[in-house]
């Protein structure tokens, strides 16, 4: 760890002895350890839980180094022991006790909370939107080369897809300025969401005058959905749905791409079609409407081309295109047709997913 003061300024003295050299410095010299972001946790024995984890998941490497800039959500012992996690001194080990329960289990607990302090760590470029809460958006934790969580932000008030599954926020109690960015005090746990993105886009999408409505129905009879689960059959790790509203979702059965009943151009959507060939219609186009292994917002960080989960007959990926700004998001088909995300209606947070309402359908070459 270098020095943190400045040779010219700081020093008023230099003297050589017998075995060394001594300075005299008019600034106390701050170990990182203290100064930084870590060093507000660190220092407070309120947050205990929340230090062992940065230790534990290797994050205090980075955030408690004063040359890497980060902003930090800290919450303390207390509302980890309101959620059900403990640490066992005894046998080194985080518990957890659900609500009425007697018992304690350690079952998933270590990945459960892995996630969560992860989620409370913002890196450049996302820190510069963490700098400053008194507005209202979406932001994800981590940096720009790994995937994160995205979460709603409302003047101080944080909401991941958990909370909004509880129907809550967590509140912002107090900041601390540290040497490498900010420390947010939260009063309650972020967690993440253990629902499936379909059990969001049912919300979205169950009433008859939501632009969400059509896509649900499909994707509700649809062989990739598991009602018993409430689950898209087939998803893993990060995701984004983009949805073609009702008015796209009628072009597409107009256009061939799903099923409907009539003639062309005044047919409607069959949104439980009983032959195969017409349930392989609405698999395909509800797979390659979904972004595999990337979360995109209209924020004009994801650009380039983007796997979908609609694979070919020989197993590879078919792609989309992304391209825009602060603001917007254009998605382009495998025919370079193009459809936008309707911001007001988008930026939906799930479990490790967003969901966006688009104008347009997405054709794909199968």
Request: glycine residues 8%.
């Amino acid at each position: 760890e270098p020095a943190n003061f400045n040779p010219q300024s700081d020093v008023f003295d230099k003297k050589m002895l017998s075995n060394g050299i001594v300075y005299g410095t008019t600034k106390v010299e701050e170990p990182d350890v203290f100064s930084t972001v870590y060093g507000e946790a660190y220092l407070n024995p309120s947050f205990t839980m929340m230090t062992q984890l940065f230790n534990e998941t290797g994050i205090k490497l980075l955030i408690a180094n004063s040359k890497v800039s980060a902003d930090v959500f800290l919450i303390p012992d207390s509302v980890f022991h309101n959620a059900g996690y403990s640490y066992n001194e005894s046998k080194a080990q985080f518990e957890y006790r659900a609500p009425g329960s007697s018992s304690s289990t350690t079952n998933s607990v270590d990945d459960d909370l892995t996630r969560i302090v992860s989620s409370c760590v913002f890196y450049s470029p996302f820190k510069e939107i963490v700098d400053n809460l008194s507005g209202k958006g979406i932001v994800r934790s981590g940096d720009e080369g790994t995937e994160g969580e995205y979460m709603n932000y409302d003047n101080m008030t944080i909401q991941t897809a958990g909370l909004m599954d509880q129907g809550t926020v967590a509140h912002i109690t107090a900041t601390k300025q540290a040497s490498n960015g900010t420390a947010y005090y939260l009063d309650k746990l972020p967690v993440f969401s253990k629902n499936d993105p379909a059990y969001h886009l049912k919300q979205l999408g169950s009433d008859a005058s939501s632009p969400f409505n059509y896509f649900w129905q499909y994707l509700s009879n649809s062989t990739v959905y598991s009602p018993d689960e409430t689950k898209i059959i087939g998803l893993t790790g990060f995701t984004t749905l983009f949805v073609p509203d009702n008015d796209a979702i009628v072009q597409a059965v107009n256009d061939g791409l799903l099923p409907g009943t009539g003639t062309a151009p005044a047919m409607v959507p069959n949104f439980n079609p009983s032959s195969v060939e017409d349930k392989e219609l609405v698999r395909k186009f509800i797979q390659y409407h979904i972004l595999d292994g990337h979360t995109a917002v209209p924020d004009g960080r994801s650009s380039g081309l983007y796997n979908t989960t609609l694979k070919n007959q020989v197993g590879d990926a078919l792609t989309v295109s992304l391209s825009g700004s602060s603001g917007s998001l254009t998605i382009s088909d495998n025919y370079m047709r193009q459809a936008h995300v309707i911001i007001d209606q988008s930026d939906h947070i799930s479990n490790r997913c967003v969901i966006h309402l688009i104008d347009n359908y997405l054709k794909y070459s199968y």
